[in-house]
């Protein structure tokens, strides 16, 4: 083999590689990218049932409850024009609180509440309590910079 | 204090434009004596006079280079002290900082803050700079200085940044009484250390990109520019493989989820770097060695400086939101993305020109140890590719009005089965032989290896039963990648055995471990959430825990309230700690989790809150072997050190010789 078919061969496979990596990562994300969900887009687009979504917006005031078994939270999730019910058994976050903003992972019920799996609550450096945001555009705004 | 560290920063900066400019001309000015693409040594300057300027101009780039270096270290001294004295006239203290802080915390913190942590980055390019300067003796003086010139571009961006962006040093007046205090959860002795080994890795591969440069721009890609950058490309692995790891245990043990790797984007653009540099340590060697793979290793160091740009720069740029993202303003946002594409942009601009300047290397058949290397290449791009794509698709996704996250199914289904054939690979590649092999001596010689991996499956099958593809896989791969690695060792005398194959041998095997941790801890993990009051008792795994009761505890800059909980398996107990705890500069709430590391695994537990019913939520997990996971990592990296430190005394004889 000379040096020059030698270099085209290499290219070759590299260009394979990088195909390769394009392919697997399509087929994954097909079905493991999880969408971004507010209550009202739930409310317009319906219930994305049997995959794994994200939820954001407020938790609403006076809606955080603890079940029988301790470990259990149910609480609404708001974006000021719709709301989900959500059930986490878990340990909340640190920074989870009544009108907060949350990001929930895990996968809305059939009944058109939310089962979530984790929680996210804003950690940051400059960290302060975001104020209650009333459009869905200020809630999606908003949530962008909610996360773990 | 702090107008000195302005002014040495100001001064850096000219010296990091004066470095560049000496090493433009002394390079063109020598161009035109003798033609590009003469190879240095033999080259002779003809006309005497432009021959002596450019000679001048070239050795001057190497004081330059040493001075620059001097006075990042003056800048960033003179940010620690004011963060050490608390000088609440500078705005980055006030910020980040409070005078109540233990000072460990008030030193690291001069570098957990956006502005610092830019300081720190070019410090360290500048002390690397100074060390290239200083110690390379290889390369031809119009190498090293284009070399040189190729760092005080890096860098001259970076100073631009700091003196025009993000100015450490600035003012506050009227001064504050007091700082607004750091972020509890970056209050840990892992950020002193997490952030600068890191940046060390990043540093090391820009080094290793201007010295890609330098051989670009003079055609001298050879075993010579080869050896010269392997010692920058293992210590920036070493760094690299070593930030990441006590990343990952930081992760592990502060956020209290239990879990050790959460593909979050700060954790990948920390990958990435490190998937570029391991590929480039391979093809580094194929070139040292048999002059083999010369425009791929070049690449591979345009794509290492590249992610390791995106891990200094993309994390600061506000686009990823993570635990690690800093608030930014927009117009920094958008300097960084400038610089960044710039960097890049440039990069592969000089690249695609020069290229074609160096002339093919030498060739080799594809079973040998050269073509065993072209496929970890190429398994480590398509895992790079895998990783680079999660990470930007929310982003670019965003772009066009789809919200949307990536998260570990993605990447386990993606990166997983490569990184199993990576694996796999590995286990072959150094049982075969330079130039040219046979396949059948070759699998002759994996015969251990396999059975070692049959047998560990065949165990496993028949103890725990179906554990799941992937981790069963790892942990089959683990034990016969295990054997295969010690396997080079076999009927050489260890004690002449060179250094750097024990490196070699140290990583490999710090992979099966770490992958070995990784599959128990995917296939073996018990966990228990219950809520209890004080005298009841939970069960996880084999461990039996009581809940003894609450007591309140203060500390440096908190109060907390822990639990005190007795955990029982057989005959032995322990006793753990697990807080919750509260800050009030900022105020905050962290929990704290209590881990117990017993020989067999680890049992992590986490207190929750109070119901009002005297219960109290607890969240355990009993994770057998998980500590393997950053063993493996120490050995990884302790493999990258001897096999640095075997380099650099081969290449000391060499020298003397």
Redesign the interface.
């Known amino acids: 083999m000379t040096a020059k078919t030698q270099r085209l061969v290499l290219v070759g496979l590299a260009l394979l590689a990088v195909v390769a990596a394009a392919l697997l990562a399509l087929s994954a994300l097909k079905d493991q990218a999880a969408f971004f969900y507010a209550p009202s887009d739930v409310r317009r687009d319906g219930l994305p049932l049997g995959r794994a979504v994200r939820l954001g917006g407020m938790v609403e005031a006076g809606s955080v409850r603890r079940a029988g078994d301790g470990v259990t939270v149910r609480f609404v999730v708001t974006d000021g024009r719709a709301t989900t019910p959500v059930t986490f058994a878990g340990i909340v976050p640190d920074l989870f609180r009544e009108k907060s903003g949350v990001v929930a992972e895990g996968e809305f019920v059939r009944d058109g509440s939310f089962r979530a799996t984790n929680l996210l609550a804003k950690h940051d450096e400059n960290y302060m309590p975001p104020p209650l945001v009333k459009t869905q555009a200020g809630a999606m705004h908003e949530t962008k910079t909610l996360d773990r | 204090m702090a107008e000195a560290g302005l002014a040495a920063l100001w001064l850096a900066g000219a010296l990091a434009a004066l470095q560049l400019a000496l090493a433009v001309l002394g390079v063109r000015s020598r161009a035109r004596v003798a033609p590009v693409g003469v190879a240095g040594g033999e080259e002779r300057p003809l006309g005497a006079s432009g021959g002596a300027l450019a000679e001048a101009l070239l050795a001057a780039t190497r004081p330059v280079a040493i001075v620059q270096g001097v006075m990042a270290v003056v800048a960033m001294a003179a940010l620690i002290g004011v963060f050490l004295a608390s000088d609440m006239s500078v705005r980055l203290v006030v910020?980040?900082s409070h005078s109540l802080k233990p000072w460990l915390y008030r030193f690291a913190g001069a570098w957990g803050?956006h502005e610092g942590s830019m300081l720190l980055w070019v410090t360290i390019l500048g002390i690397a700079g100074a060390g290239v300067a200083v110690l390379e003796r290889r390369l031809s003086p119009r190498t090293l200085a284009a070399t040189l010139g190729g760092q005080a571009a890096i860098a001259l961006g970076f100073y631009a940044f700091l003196l025009w962006a993000s100015n450490p040093f600035e003012r506050v007046v009227p001064a504050p009484r007091d700082g607004a205090g750091?972020?509890p959860?970056?209050q840990d002795p892992g950020l002193a250390f997490h952030p600068p080994t890191l940046y060390a890795g990043y540093v090391g591969l820009s080094v290793a990109f201007s010295f890609a440069i330098g051989a670009l721009v003079t055609g001298e890609v050879g075993p010579a520019f080869a050896r010269a950058m392997r010692p920058w490309v293992l210590g920036a692995w070493v760094f690299l493989t070593l930030g990441i790891t006590a990343g990952s245990y930081w992760a592990y043990y502060e956020?209290?989820w239990g879990g050790w790797w959460?593909w979050?984007p700060v954790e990948n653009a920390s990958l990435m770097p490190w998937l570029a540099a391991t590929a480039l340590l391979h093809s580094v060697t194929v070139l040292a060695t048999r002059d083999g793979?010369r425009?791929?290793t070049v690449m591979l160091a345009v794509v290492g400086f590249s992610m390791s740009m995106v891990g200094t720069f993309i994390v600061r740029s506000g686009l990823l939101?993570?635990?690690h993202?800093?608030?930014v303003d927009p117009s920094r946002g958008l300097f960084i993305l400038a610089l960044l594409g710039l960097y890049i942009g440039g990069a592969l601009a000089l690249f695609a020109w020069r290229i074609g300047a160096v002339r093919?290397?030498?060739?080799?058949e594809f079973v040998s140890r050269e073509g065993g290397l072209?496929v970890n290449n190429?398994?480590l791009?398509?895992?790079?590719?895998?990783v680079l794509?999660?990470t930007f698709?929310p982003i670019v996704a965003?772009a066009f009005g789809?919200?949307?996250?990536?998260?570990p199914?993605?990447f386990n289904?993606?990166a997983g089965p490569?990184a199993l054939a990576l694996v796999a690979a590995m286990a072959a590649g150094p049982l075969v032989r330079w130039r040219r092999d046979e396949a059948a001596a070759v699998i002759a010689r994996l015969t251990w290896p396999i059975a070692a991996a049959a047998f560990a499956g065949a165990g496993l099958f028949a103890l725990a039963g179906p554990v799941g593809v992937l981790p069963f896989a790892g942990l089959a791969l683990a034990a016969g990648l295990a054997v295969a690695s010690v396997a080079p060792l076999a009927g050489r005398n260890l004690l002449r055995t060179p250094l750097f194959t024990w490196g070699m041998v140290v990583s490999h095997l710090g992979i099966a471990v770490s992958l070995a941790g990784m599959a128990c801890d995917a296939a073996f993990t018990a966990e228990t959430?219950?809520?209890?009051r004080a005298g009841e008792a939970a069960r996880v795994g084999p461990w039996r825990v009581r809940f003894d009761g609450i007591q309140p505890v203060v500390g440096d800059n908190w109060s907390a309230l822990q639990a005190r909980l007795t955990a029982t398996r057989g005959s032995t107990a322990v006793v753990l700690f697990p807080q919750q705890r509260y800050f009030a500069n900022?105020v905050?709430?962290?929990?704290e989790s209590a881990i117990a590391t017993r020989p067999d695994g680890q049992l992590y537990t986490?207190l929750?809150?109070a119901?009002?019913?005297g219960?109290w939520?607890l969240?355990l997990w009993w994770k057998p072997f998980v500590t393997l996971i950053w063993a493996g990592g120490g050995l990884i990296a302790l493999g990258g050190l001897l096999s640095l430190v075997g380099r650099v005394r081969r290449g000391r004889q060499g020298v003397a010789r």
């Open positions: 910020e980040n803050n750091l972020n959860l970056l956020l209290g959460f979050d793979l425009a791929w939101t993570s635990v993202a800093f608030a093919a290397g030498a060739t080799f072209v190429l398994l791009s398509v895992i790079l590719g895998v794509i999660g698709y965003a789809v919200q949307l996250s990536i998260g199914p993605f289904k993606a490569v959430l219950t809520a209890i900022p905050t709430t962290t929990s986490v929750g809150q119901g009002e019913d219960r939520q969240r």
